[in-house]
């Protein structure tokens, strides 16, 4: 609970940088400079019953592992670190990517930035619902773009733009 309250808590002890990210899913940002090195901390308040629920929620396995700081567990329950290892992209459930199409752009953006193969599975879903791209905010789209335009591969990510329909 309180994602922005505690994001603008631990920024103000860090010395960091607070953004609020969404304020209806109470989703706050901190971003540390440390030692030239930009470090961004998400806190985000549960978006279900329980933290597998919220999880399943995600938009890859990959960004569905959580980290308990008392005990110093890691809880995966997608598999999320076996994909990393892989260096594999996969959607959290099937209905990742129509919940939310913009995921169609970040799975592109995300695969360019950090080598990582997008699963056959994640593929399928991005050229079925590539149509549902136009339902979303055209700023969102616009920052997504942005960021590929900005990020290491931008080239590859306009070819995966083009060959997965979207």
Do not use: W
Request: hydrophobic letters at 40%.
């Amino acid at each position: 609970a309180n994602g922005i309250k505690t994001a603008r808590a631990v920024a103000n002890s860090l010395k960091a940088k607070f953004f609020p990210l969404d304020d209806e899913r109470d989703t706050g940002r901190v971003i540390l400079d440390l030692d030239g090195r930009k470090i961004v901390l998400d806190f985000a308040s549960y978006r279900g019953t329980n933290l597998e629920t919220d999880l399943m929620g995600r938009d890859f396995t990959i960004n569905a592992i959580a980290f308990e700081v008392r005990s110093h567990q890691i809880f995966d329950p997608l598999g999320g670190k076996m994909d990393l290892q892989e260096m594999k992209l996969r959607s959290c459930t099937p209905s990742s990517i129509p919940d939310d199409p913009i995921r169609i752009l970040r799975a592109i953006r995300l695969a360019a930035d950090f080598g990582l193969k997008i699963t056959t599975e994640t593929r399928a879903s991005i050229k079925e619902n590539a149509n549902l791209l136009v339902d979303v905010s055209p700023e969102r789209v616009r920052d997504e773009l942005f960021r590929m335009l900005e990020g290491s591969k931008p080239t590859s990510c306009l070819r995966a733009l083009e060959m997965l329909g979207a």
